[in-house]
Structures are given as structure tokens and as C-alpha cells.
């Protein structure tokens, strides 16, 4: 199992179960995907709705990736607020960018509801939190663009925020109505279990290992099988492994770990987020808190748990916990996990389209739920009907990320560095 996906609160607390075998011979379909993370998953289901045959492959299990370890905030927009958005992609672009991912939300929960997935979804928005006065500026800034462009954000002040959060640890926030949190796992199970139930062919426990342009069609090799279809996506952002005929893009790792508490008590869950809230900061080293249905606190950061570090995340962990909540100070850690985020030196997703008849997607940078679902919804279309107008961001032909491993390796240090040195939300 990728990286002891066993460790995490959503393998344990996952409500939706779904299987597929490995591939064995070969498979014939319109459309092949590699992949079965939220992108991936959310192609083959729209693909498939709309007709196509389909055939998808995962490495490991559907959600082993990034999708399985997210925090689980089904976000509207992207980590940029919308201007800055505007400055890399151009006016029109970006404008069109950020209108199509302030309704990603609506997308991830009517999905949720069509298909009735067991993912403990949550509508009641999240809180952008100023970890200190300073991270107000911050707030008021993407306050401003963000209602400039129409979106029904809300700009709170302290003593609102501390009432909200629960903790006097945060000096004020940005509450966005449009987005929720979910059980990332099972929402990703679940795409599996409905692209299946529209007539997707799914395989888990199948990697790619080569794939080659023959004629018109992509022939994909994997250890027991073969896929022969005209188009193809590759959807498998900070978790792609190398196969030949693949350029694997260049991205920069960033790493984000989690721990999650015993449930807690019906008077503390009175008073820690009572709304219900999805939680995250303005910190240069970002952290997030939340709650699951059973009343688990998940807290997390950036930070890697698996070097010789990893006791500094841990620690500085449990401080900040004590700090934030104190009447949680003695309270246990029951869960601890990481995943890999895969990030673009712009913060903007990529889709790379080496050949007209195939797109690589990457670089949610964080963002995954709601986003990857657009992508793929947006990507399978215009595979399917041969037309790029409707993708989200224009493709790219080529991509090239210079010292991708060291800026990983930048923000692992800075992450551990802080940690150790600084008491910081």
C-alpha cells in the first residue's frame, strides 16, 4: 500500500467500499486513463455517462494518492486569489478560470448527492484564519478581490473568528459559504463506485509501465495487460511513477502531514468549531484543523513524516494543539499520516498535451478536491469531442520546472525549521 495509507483516520473511517481487479489481457476503449485519484476518477465517471467506453487504471487502490490523504476542504478557487490568477493566465483566462472553480463546490456535492457517496459531506463552509494581526492584510486583500468578482465571502473580525474557531489563537478570518469538507477517501471511493456502476472498466493494482502512440491509438502497457484507446489522460499529479514513454512533469513535492484525536466530548465539541467549519491559516508554514463526523479533531501542517525529522513535526504538533485548544492538552493522537502535494512554481494547475489525443494533468498545489474534479470532468470532454475550448486553463505542449527536487527539499527544511525553533500557528 502507497506509503502506509493505512495510517490515516480516512482509510479507518472510510464508509464507501469498493474493489476492482487487476488488469489481465487487453481492454479496448475510447478513452484510457491512468490514474484513479479525484481527477481520474471523475473523468472515467463523466465519460462514461456520457456514453464513452472506458478503461481506467490505478496503481494502487482508488484515493491511495493525494486524494486519500487530503484534508478533506472541498474549496472554491484556487490557493491564488483572483487577481494574481489574472496575472499569470491574462484577464480573459483567468477570469474564466476562477468563475468555473467558484462553482467546483456545487459540482463535488451535487455529485455527493446524485450518486448518494457515504463521505460525510458538510456544507457549512470553511475560515481562512489570520494566525496573527499581521495575517489580516492578507484576508482583507483577498476579501477584496474575491468579492470583486462576485463570490459571498465574508470578512470576519476577531472576536467573531475566536467565536467561530473556538480558540483565542486566531485574529480573524475569511469565511467562504460556498465550500464544506468531506472524507476525502471515501469521496474518491465513491467516483469509483459510480464511474462503475455507468459501465466504466476499472482496474486497481495496475501501473502503467510503458505507452507509445501507434497509429491512432495510445497502446498502454502494464505488467499483466495492455489498453488500446484514441485518447488518453494521465491523472496521477504528485504520485506519477516513471513508465516508459512518459516524460514524468516536473513538480515540486511538498508534503503535508495530519494527525487526528479520539472523539471528543459533546461539551468540547460545543465549544471547538460548533459550525462546523473547515479550517486552515495565513502562516508562511501553513497549518489546518477540522472536525470529522464522529467529532475527531484532524489537525495538520507542511512537513514530511518520513526522515529523521519527523519528531519535530510531531511535537511541534502537539503544542500547538495544547496551544489552540488548551482542554485538549492531554488528549491522544490516534491517527498520524502524510501525503504529497505536487505543486507548480505558479500555484496554478497544468494540463500538458503532448499530442492532441492526450493531456497530463498536475499541480492542484493543495487544491485537490473540487478542482480535480472539474479537470477531469473538463479534460474527458474535450477528449471525447475533440475541442479544447472548454478546458479551464489553455494546454501546454511542453513543461519544465528547473530544480524541482530542491525546491521540495526548500520547503521541507523551512517546514522542519520553523517547527523546531518557532511556537507559530
Avoid at 34 to 61: K, P
Avoid at 241 to 269: I, W
Avoid at 346 to 364: N, R, W
Amino acid at each position: 500500500m502507497t506509503e502506509d495509507l493505512d495510517k490515516s483516520l480516512w482509510y479507518h473511517s472510510c464508509a464507501e467500499s469498493v474493489t476492482a481487479p487487476s488488469l489481465m489481457g487487453e481492454v479496448v476503449a475510447d478513452l484510457a486513463i491512468i490514474g484513479g485519484g479525484f481527477t481520474g476518477l471523475s473523468a472515467a465517471l463523466h465519460a462514461a455517462e456520457a456514453g464513452a467506453t472506458v478503461c481506467l487504471i490505478e496503481a494502487d487502490t482508488f484515493g491511495a494518492g493525494g486524494s486519500g490523504r487530503n484534508v478533506g476542504l472541498a474549496n472554491a478557487g484556487l490557493w491564488l486569489p483572483p487577481e494574481d490568477i489574472n496575472g499569470h493566465l491574462g484577464a480573459r483566462v483567468g477570469s474564466r478560470l476562477s468563475g468555473l472553480l467558484a462553482n467546483g463546490p456545487n459540482m463535488v456535492f451535487d455529485l455527493i448527492d446524485k450518486h448518494q457517496i457515504a463521505c460525510e459531506p458538510v456544507r457549512n463552509g470553511t475560515l481562512h484564519c489570520a494566525h496573527a494581526p499581521s495575517g489580516m492584510k492578507d484576508l482583507k486583500r483577498r476579501h477584496a478581490q474575491m468579492t470583486a468578482i462576485g463570490a459571498p465571502v465574508e470578512l470576519l473580525d476577531r472576536d467573531a473568528a475566536v467565536a467561530r474557531v473556538g480558540s483565542d489563537q486566531v485574529h480573524g478570518a475569511l469565511f467562504d459559504p460556498r465550500a464544506g469538507t468531506i472524507q476525502p477517501l471515501a469521496y474518491a471511493k465513491g467516483l469509483a463506485r459510480a464511474a462503475l456502476a455507468q459501465g466504466a472498466n476499472l482496474f486497481e493494482n495496475t501501473p502503467a509501465t510503458s505507452l507509445e502512440r501507434a497509429g491512432d491509438r495510445w497502446i498502454i502497457e502494464t505488467p499483466q495487460g495492455r489498453i488500446s484507446a484514441p485518447a488518453m489522460i494521465v491523472a496521477t499529479g504528485g504520485y506519477t511513477r516513471k513508465m516508459a514513454g512518459l516524460d514524468t512533469p516536473k513538480v515540486v513535492p511538498v508534503h503535508y502531514f495530519q494527525s487526528a484525536t479520539a472523539p471528543l466530548s459533546q461539551e468540547q465539541r460545543s465549544k471547538i468549531l460548533p459550525g462546523l467549519e473547515g479550517c486552515w491559516d495565513t502562516a508562511l508554514v501553513m497549518s489546518s484543523w477540522r472536525l470529522d463526523q464522529a467529532g475527531r479533531l484532524i489537525i495538520g501542517a507542511m512537513g514530511e513524516l518520513g526522515h529523521i525529522g519527523s519528531f519535530v513535526h510531531q511535537g511541534w504538533l502537539q503544542r500547538k494543539l495544547a496551544r489552540m485548544f488548551p482542554e485538549l492538552a492531554d488528549v491522544s493522537l490516534e491517527h498520524t499520516w502524510h501525503g504529497r502535494i505536487a505543486m507548480t512554481v505558479e500555484h496554478l494547475p497544468k494540463i500538458l498535451q503532448p499530442d492532441p489525443s492526450a493531456m497530463v494533468c498536475f499541480g492542484y498545489s493543495g487544491r485537490g478536491i473540487a478542482p480535480g474534479t472539474l479537470f477531469g470532468k473538463h479534460m474527458a470532454e474535450a477528449l471525447l469531442t475533440g475541442g479544447t475550448d472548454g478546458l479551464p486553463v489553455p494546454p501546454v505542449t511542453s513543461h519544465s520546472l528547473p530544480f524541482a527536487g530542491l525546491r521540495g527539499g526548500y520547503y521541507e527544511t523551512g517546514a522542519t525549521l520553523m517547527h523546531l525553533v518557532k511556537d507559530q500557528l
